[in-house]
Each structure stands twice: as structure tokens, then as C-alpha cells.
């Protein structure tokens, strides 16, 4: 039961409420995972409503793209700055009203095993920048921020420059809607014939995203393998479990064949996505 | 605390509670049209509105979320009484079905009309993408878009919404929008939950957590010492009285199985107590307070459980026969706890195998017919358990008026209902009236009685008004849904494909009770033999209870199950024998005068008979099929992981039960020459009230807007036995349309007498005048000469419509996927729907109708199905998990062609719609999937697992 709402108007106000009412309360953007009796985790008594202290812009400077933590999905997915892949992610909400609510921060705060900007957002290297409960500022990678337990107040995402990146995110559900079995995105930058920076992410395989750390390994410096072998090996190092979703050797196969298949499409696609 | 925002343009300040809903603080300011599907999930859409210009959903926001920000409700789209172009464009699309959505797409859609370019399809179904819509299959909302594209610049603009079938004729037969649609998409007070008084106790349900039990005790005393708690109700202080819930005609051939509150539980979720307290808040709380000990059984939950010998019983309890008693009737090792069972007439049903009901028959000789054979084919086909899922789940309020009982219902079946209450409550029928409210969905599910006789109970025991209301979740484990069944098909055939012996055996699965455990699985042969003509032909039905959630009538009634069966086997065996599909389906089929006379053992409720059937539109359909798909042509993609395939399906239905269903219906003229039509029919937001109001305004030669209708009330109006088999426009119209002859003979009458001139003389002429040889007179004119002091009286006339031909309505479904090969994923490319509903008599709902029952289907095929753990609970009671269609599921290209064929025995020739359109999406997509990657999916829903599984990729 929810018996205050704050509305700090300055990042600072936010984090100092939220470290004096630890425990008790949390930040709020676009509220659809807060407020939806299908995926509120918590329940706080005190939230803190991020509207008035969140960036939404878009925007880009030498060092990448810069995208507010406040920006909603549909903002994402029809900005025409964003990378194509990033708008894709957006996308796989396939649900508009939804899209018009929940926010890029929410989306990585929630760190939810089908969060469909994620896998994107990590085979992008994204950078999160983050206000400090000691009222500091910080920059972290998106997987070290998910890996501690992401607490701090994401102020905004970067997307470094990284030229002649190809990339690539896709679903698979049931239906339009349906909440995500799967979710991956790969990428990588072409050297002549080889493979250089692959990342590779995966997500309903575990209870959060996982990024595919060995098999990015292995892909270093050589050609771009068949799909076969890619499947083969990503289906070594994923552990998923039987859910309603799927069975989980179904899930296995899946993220060997969908990692495999967005990797082949990274690589066919020969837009220069971050250049 | 306090927020400041814009409603509709205008500052307003709200006092809001800081974890209050949105919803519910915009419907404190008095906004309209907030609706409710999913229990504050964010994934029906019902409660949207605009914030700051995009569509949100009002149920997972927070009122404080809304300080400084501007909201748009429906209110801010109409303008008084006025409906703006977008809300026209609406009704006369035909898109405003049920209604409960529209507010909801209305808001969604509105930003693409004012938008300077014209929006693709794909804007707009991603507009109305967070939405769910479960009547119209979302494809005719983008030429509404268009329409009210083109009526924002010239407001005369009439679109293209759909074909005239009709020239010759006014309203039948064209399109004219519904007769309460602007009422709809202003979203003016409708339905239940518009007439639930502010004093209104409401009721709780507490359900069993098991799946078999006997209650062995039960302590309601401190949920009835609560201040604000009104009435505990268990099976100690219920009616003791055994009957079924399924609102059929009486004599019902549903068993009278279960008591409003058992001592025994059959599913979980089953009822074992009611609180009827002050508020919704309360009643949840006592429900708390109640404490019950159970004696756990073992459940059975599939079909092999239930038939296995030593399988534990579902039913123990004494039986008894209203008729047809048999002589060796044995009650002798009955558990009371178990409750009465009286069958109305015997249904051959055995309890001690937990066989609900069963019937075989066949005509010729299926042993000489296999015999015959070149080929003999035999496989098994499995559907799954799936819920109607109305957008508005079950709702009811009850309360006295003058020391009567009346009841507001979201119900199909007003009469049955009160017939039921009055046997429950021991009332005389006079003492209760049943107001049916517009319904947000129905599809079967509302044919029962589900929720309403607790209601009727407490508010005639306490004479307090009454509302309850089921949860999503409550919708899904104790509404109805449709009977799994598992087929065994056998067909013979020469190699030539020619059918020699065709057999069915079914076996359904009822769930605790036996709502529907014959008529339902019955209607999968008597709706799916008959299409293909062979002599030789037979079939075993058998119902088991279990404990699943209770099963029950569901849009098509069991007629898509049966379609799957029979139509898969035909193309199997089309491929055994090496023949196309399409041609072994066009060398069986059916055809205009042909006999069934497999019907002769396929009667329902009554011995049955061989017919005729007089107009069938399979012919055009397949031959149309053949061509717009390009059925010969093997498609290719540009991705080689991606395979293309084609299927097709024909299906049929009946249009409403002949000899047991009956309508009845009033026309009056009032004092200036406008009529007053009482209809009994059931108007579920599929048009009836429209088709009705049609034929008496051609009738009688007047505008639709001379003719007001009051339907479904049953102190208002007369009797119908409601809305399902598909009866409405044959039936309901058909007493509309006799009923506005009949006093069209009258009115003839007086004209003849005031005008002097024999009738012969006379001509009915538009806009309500008689037109003889020498003289005229006007309705206005009659109506003051009747109405007078020395009138002969109001004119009325009072009429049924009962009949004896099926009618039946045929489709064709034709439809071709996309399969990726290494995901398992199905896509749709096309679907075209051909449905020969007789004379479309209007057109543009008759279209709606075949998309939403086309799309429902898609959904129970591809992915909706309640999922149970091996105790029987469902796994996914909400319509996130269980999965809805959506707008992003539409075929990429999707069509419904009405075939227009004339009936004879149709009122204006028409035959019916809706359930039909249930049929063919299973069948089409798995032998287009089969088309695509060779592979026969034979079980619901055809999943990427199942299908990488039958390609042998797991
Ligand atoms: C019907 C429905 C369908 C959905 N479908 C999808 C889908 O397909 N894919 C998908 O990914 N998600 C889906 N979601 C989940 C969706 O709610 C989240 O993904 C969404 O992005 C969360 O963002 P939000 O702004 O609404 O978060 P909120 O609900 O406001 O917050 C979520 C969590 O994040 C924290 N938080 C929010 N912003 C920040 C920040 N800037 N810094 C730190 N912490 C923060 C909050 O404290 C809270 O714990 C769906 C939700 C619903 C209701
Ligand atoms: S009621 Fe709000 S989204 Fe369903
Ligand atoms: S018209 Fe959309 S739910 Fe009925």
C-alpha cells in the first residue's frame, strides 16, 4: 500500500530521499512494471517519482549517443537518431500503450529475464550513468550495474561510438504481445573476414540477461563460424529451465539458433550501424 | 493530497489518495468509459485514455503520475449528443461490436485521423496494439481510420465499409450502421456495472484450493461477525435444490448435477462459500475469516484419468430421471456428500466410469464401407482447453423493486434465467424480471449461469441490492471454456478419393459438471460429418467429468473442434492418395440439394431427421478460394529459412435449433406513425437489435429511425429462448419480421376502411404512406384514427418465429503461413474468409462477425491455452499469460467475402453468422503449415515447440 508520493524536482533530492527512506521506498518512472499487478515485485509504502528529474532527450556528441533514462520506448523507437537496432529493441514491446509509458531506466532497472531493451543495449556496450547515494556521479557498463544488483538512479544511457559495428536483436513469443520466451541481440565489427568485439546477449535462459561471455571468446579473430556451429556451442553454455514458456531443452535450441541467426543477420546487414 | 491536471481542456484539481489508481481517480472526477478487462495487469487497454496525446493505460498509473499533465477521455472526443467523424466512421465501419473497448480504440486511433499523412495499416494496427478487442479481429478498424479521414473534410463521405447484397431492398442487405452504436461510442451508461446502485452490497467468493475434496467442515462465524458482513452462504444454508447452469431450453438435456454450494468441490476454484458484505474490500476480507477443513481425493484431470478403470469418481450421488427411468437404476452405493444428479431424460451417461453423457449412431454400413476401401485412414486429433475471454468478465446486480426480484444481467439467455431463478428461489416467475444489459462479449460463455443465482439468492433472502463481479483470474477457473476433445477419425476411401466410410470417435472432456457434457461434443460430428456425403458413416460420442475447469458452450460449439478433426483427416488422406486438398475436398463436399442423411442420428434435444440443404456457398467459395489465393502457385521467400505453405477448410453451423428454439416479437404503432419493436432477442454486440429494427422498418416501409426497439427484458418484452446456436437473425429477426407483417396487414386494413378502396388497391409506400388508386393516407393519420375516441385501438401485432429448416450456413477458409523453419514460428500471410451466411443483412457487421470468430480461432490454434499443474491448477488464469490476440497477430492480408446465397426459409433470405466463423482457422493453418514443412501438427495450438518437434529439430 502505497501512502506517499514524492516528487524530488532535482536528481539530488531523489537519491537523498531514497537513501533516508531505504527500505521503504523506490523510484518511479513510467510505472508499468510498479504499477501492474502482473509484474510488481516490490511494494513499496514511499515511491519516488523520477518525472521531474529524468532526462528524455536524445543526443549524440563525440563520445556516442546519449539517451535519457527518461525516454519512453515509443520515444526510442521512432527517433531517427537512434541506431536501427535500438529502435528494433523498442519495438519488441508490441504493445503501443505500453511502449508509451515504460521508460529506457525502467526497462534496465527492472532487469527482467525478457526486458526487451537489454540484449540490445549490452551487445552495444552501453554505458549507464548513474547518481551515487553519496550524491556523486558514475559511469558503470550496463552488465557490471545488472551484475550488483542495480540499485543507483540511472540518469542515462551512452551508446559508445564503435564504427563499423553490425548488430542485431530479435524475439520470440507466441504472439505479438506475449511476453518474450527469448530475447537475444549479437554484434560484432568486421575485419576483413574476421569477427572482432562480438557480444553476445541472451535473455529466458536464466533469470536475468546473460551475456554469452566464452562464446564471444571463441568468435574473437576468427572468420564469422556456419550457424551450426554457433548453435552447437551457445547450446554448451546455457542453462535454461522448463517454465510454461517451453520445455527447456526447447529454450536451449533456441537460443543456440537465435543467436547463430542474429549474428548471420548482423553480419548481412552491412548498414554501418554506429559509425 | 491534491493534483492539478487538464480533463478534456479543462483545469481541474482532484484530491487523490497517493497509491490510488488512475482509473479510479478519473472515474471519481466523472470520466466516461473507463473500462475494466484485466484487473489493473496494463494488458487489456480498457481503461485508456490520452495522456499529454498517447494512450496509456489509467489501471497501472498512479493518480499522482497524472499532476500536470492533460488527459483525454472519451468524453473529450464527442460533443454532447453529437458524435464526431471518428465515432461515425466507427459505427458505420462496423467496428463498435460489444462496445467495451471502443472508448479505449476510439482514443487509440484518434491521433492518426488528425495526422496531415494518411496512416498505413500498419500504424494503425500498431495504435491499437495495447488494446485487446476479443469481437472484431481489429481488421475494419483501419477503414474506419480512412472513413473518418475522409468525413473530417467532407462530412457527407460515405467510404466503401462494405458491398450492397441487396439493391432492391432499403436497409437489408446494405450497410447502415448499428441502432446503438452512437450510443456505444459515446460510451453512455450500458452495462452491468452502469446500473449498480451506490448502496449495492457486493459478493466474494471463496473457491476451493483442491481439485477433488469433500468439505469436512466449515466455520463462517467470524466472517459473519464482521461489522459490514450481511450473509455467509455454504452449502449448509443454500438452496437444496440440484441443477445445471447451462441456459438451455427445458427441458434441459444438461444433468441437474450440482447444488448451488456442494459439500463436495470438483475443481479448484470450485465454489465452497459466498460473503455478501457492505463493500468489495469486506467481502475479501471475511472470505479471509472462513475456515475449512477439506478431505482431499485424487483428481482426475485428462480423459485417460477419468476412463481408466479404478479412476477415482467425479460424481457419487444418487441419481434420478425425470423420464425415462431405467429399470435397473441402482443407487445403492451413492455418497450424499456427493449431491443429486436428476437427468431430465436419459443421456446415457454411466458416473461410475464418470461418463457425463454418451450417444453413437451412424447410417449405411461402415464395415462394408471399409471394405470398399482402396485407402483407410485413421489418426487422432486433440484440441485444447481454451476461455472465451470477453472483455467483460461475468456481472450481475440483483435487487428488489417493489418486492420483486430484478435482475441486470450480462447474460445470453434472460428467459432461462429467470426460469432457473424461479426453481432456485422457489418464486413464481411473475415475481422476477431479467433485464439483459449490453454485454462486453459473450461467446458462450454467458449462456450459463455462472454467477447470478448466488446473487438472486442473497438479494431475495436479505432484500438488499446485490452486485458481483468476476475477477479475470475467476473468469479463466470457473466461467466456461471450450470442452478438450480427443478425436479418432477413420476414413475409407477409393483411389480416386471418393469416400466409401467415414468415422468419429469422440471423447470431450466436461470438467466437474455437465453443462453441455452431450449438446457440445454432439455438434462436433452433427456440424462436421454432414459436409462431405458418404453412405456409410458412424460415430461414438462419450463426455467424462473430471477435474478440469468446468467446460462449456464456447462460440462454434464444438463445431471447431469437430472441423479440425474431419477436415485434417481429409487432407491426410489427400495426401496418402496423392490428391490435392482442395480436390478431394470439392469431390465430397456437400452441395445444393444435397440430403444429409446422417442427420437421421444426429438430433439435437429431439429425434433427428435427413435434410435438404437448399442454398450452399461452398461451391463459390472454394472456386473464389482457389483463384484469390492462388491455390496452384507455390510461393517462395526470399529467406530461405522461411517456408511457405497453403491450407484450406470448409466448416458449417446451423442457424439456431429447429423445433426447440423459439422467438417472439411486438411491433406498435404510436400516435405519429413511428413503431415501437419489443424484441426477445439477445443482442450480445453482434447487431441483432440492428437486423431486427431493419426488417421492420423494410416491412413497413419506414426509416430504421421511425423504428425503436427495446430488446431482452422480460417484463418489457416477449419470449426468446436467447442468443446461442446461432439463432439470432434467423430466429429473433424472423419474429421481428413476422411481426411487422402482421401488422402490416392490419394497417392495410384500416387504410383500406379510411381510404375506401379495396386492399388490392393499395401500395405500402416509403416513408410510411398508403398509396391507393384515388386517395392517400399517412401512418401519422392511421395512427390518430385508431388511437381516437371512436379508433378501433392501438395497432400492434405480437408474433414467433418457429421452424423446421436447419438452414445451414457453409464457409470456406482458405489461408497461407510463413513458417520459419529453424524457429518453429508461424506466421500469417493471408487469410480469406468466404462465408455464405445467406442474404448479409448487414453487411459490415456480418464481416466484423467473421473476423473476430476468425481471429479467436487463430488465437485457440497458434497460442491461447490454459495450462494446469498435475493438481489441476491453472498456470496461467490471466490474459498476459494465457495470450489474447492482439492487432499485431492479424494476417498481413485478411478478408471476409460474404457469399451471398438465398435462403428460402430465411428471413430475407438469410442464414446465420458468427459461430460459423469459428470453424476454419485450425483446420486451414495446420494443413497450410503442413503445405509449408510437411510436417501435421494434430494437437492445439500448433506452438514453435510442437512444430520444430515434429520437424525433428528437438
Ligand atoms: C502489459 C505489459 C506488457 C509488457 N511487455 C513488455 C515487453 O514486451 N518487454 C519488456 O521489456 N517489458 C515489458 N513490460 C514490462 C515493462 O513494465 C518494463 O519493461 C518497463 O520498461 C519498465 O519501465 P517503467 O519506466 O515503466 O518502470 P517502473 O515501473 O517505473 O519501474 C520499474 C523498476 O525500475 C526502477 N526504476 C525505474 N526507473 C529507474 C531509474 N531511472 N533508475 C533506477 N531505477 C529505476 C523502479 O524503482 C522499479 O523498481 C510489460 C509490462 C506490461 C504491464
Ligand atoms: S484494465 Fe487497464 S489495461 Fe486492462
Ligand atoms: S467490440 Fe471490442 S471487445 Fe467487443
Known sequence: MIREFHTPRTVDAAVALRTELAGKACYLAGGTELGSTAFRTESPQEVISLAQVLSTAISADDGGLLLGAGCTLQTISVSENVPKVLRDAAKLVANRNIRNMATLGGNIASNKTFASMLPALVVFDAQLELADAGGGRSTVGIMTYLGRGGRELILAVRIPKKPGRRASTAKLSKSANDIATLVVAASYVPDNDRVREPRLAVEGVADHVVQLDSIEAWLEGSPLPSRDAITDRVSDVVTPKTSIKGSAEFKTYLAGTMIADALHRAAADTRKVNA | MKIRLTINGKARELEVAPGESATAALKKAGCGGLRNGCDGQGSCGACAVQLDGELVNTCILLAPQLAGRSVKTIDGISHFRDVSPLQSAFIDAGVVQCGYCTPSMLLAVEPLVAQPEAPTREQVMDAMSGVFCRCTGYEQFVGAVELARERTKNPAAKG?????????????????????????ARAGKAYVEDRVDADACHIKLLRSPYAHAYIKSIDTSAAEAMPGVVMVVTHKNCPDINYSQAGQGYPEPSPYDRKMFGEKVRHIGDRVAAVMAESRELAAAALEKIVVEYEVLEPVLTIAEASAAGAPRVHKGPVDFISGTPDDLDNSDADPRDGRITYLFPIHADIRRNIAASVSGGIGDLDKGFAEADVILERTYKSSQVQCTPLEPHAVYTKLVEGRLVVHAATQVPWHLRRMFARLLDLPENRIRVIKEHCGGAFGAKQDMVLEEIAAFCTWTTGRPVSHRFTREEEFVSSRTRHPIEFQVKLGAKKDGKLTAVYMGVKANTGPYGQHCLTVPMNAVSKSLPLFLCDNAGF?????????????????????????????????LAEELGLGQLDIVEMNRVGEGSWLEILRCLGEGRPGKPEQVFSCGLKTGLALGREMIEWDKKE?????????????????????????????????????????????GTDLGTGLDTVSTKFVAETLCVPMEAVSIIAADTDATPFDVGAYASSGTYYSGGAALNAAKGLKNIILDIASEMLGEPVEHLDMLYPGIIKGKNKQVTYAEIAHETQ???????????????????????????????????????????????????????????????????????????????????????????????????????????????????????????????????????????????????????????????????????
Open chain 2, 160 to 184: 466503401n465499409v462494405a458491398k450492397v447484397y441487396r439493391d432492391d431492398l432499403k436497409f437489408v442487405g446494405r450497410a447502415t450502421g448499428k441502432v446503438d452504436g452512437a450510443h456505444l
Open chain 2, 540 to 572: 461414438d460420442v462419450v463426455t467424462y467429468y473430471s477435474n478440469i475447469p468446468p467446460a462449456g458452450a464456447y462460440q462454434g460449439y464444438g463445431a471447431p473442434q469437430g472441423a479440425f478433426a474431419m477436415q485434417m483427416a481429409m487432407a491426410e
Open chain 2, 636 to 680: 517462395t521467400h526470399q529467406d530461405p529459412d522461411i517456408a511457405i505453405g497453403k491450407g484450406l477448410a470448409i466448416v458449417q453451423q446451423g442457424s439456431g435449433l429447429p423445433g426447440l428454439d423459439a422467438s417472439n416479437a411486438t411491433v406498435t404503432m404510436f400516435g405519429d406513425g413511428t413503431f415501437m419493436l419489443l424484441s426477445g
Open chain 2, 788 to 954: 381516437s375516441g371512436v379508433g378501433c385501438g392501438q395497432l400492434t401485432f405480437t408474433s414467433n418465429f418457429t421452424g423446421e429448416a436447419p438452414s445451414f450456413p457453409y464457409g470456406t477458409h482458405f489461408c497461407q503461413v510463413a513458417v520459419n523453419t529453424r524457429t518453429g514460428n508461424v506466421k500469417l500471410q493471408k487469410y480469406y474468409a468466404f462465408q455464405d451466411s445467406g442474404t448479409p443483412i448487414n453487411p459490415e457487421l456480418a464481416n466484423g462477425q467473421t473476423f473476430g470468430g476468425v481471429l479467436k480461432t487463430i488465437g485457440h490454434s497458434l497460442f491461447e491455452e490454459m495450462v494446469l499443474d498435475d493438481e489441476g491448477r491453472c498456470l496461467n488464469p490471466n490474459l498476459l499469460e494465457y495470450i489474447v490476440p492482439m492487432s499485431g497477430d492479424v494476417p498481413d492480408d485478411f478478408r471476409s467475402i460474404l457469399v451471398h446465397t438465398d435462403e428460402p426459409f430465411g428471413p430475407f433470405g438469410a442464414k446465420s453468422i458468427s459461430e460459423i466463423a469459428c470453424g476454419g482457422a485450425a483446420p486451414a493453418i495446420a494443413t497450410a503449415i503442413h503445405d509449408a514443412v510437411g510436417v501435421w501438427i494434430r494437437s492445439w495450438p500448433f506452438t514453435p515447440e510442437k512444430l520444430l518437434r515434429a520437424m525433428g529439430k528437438l
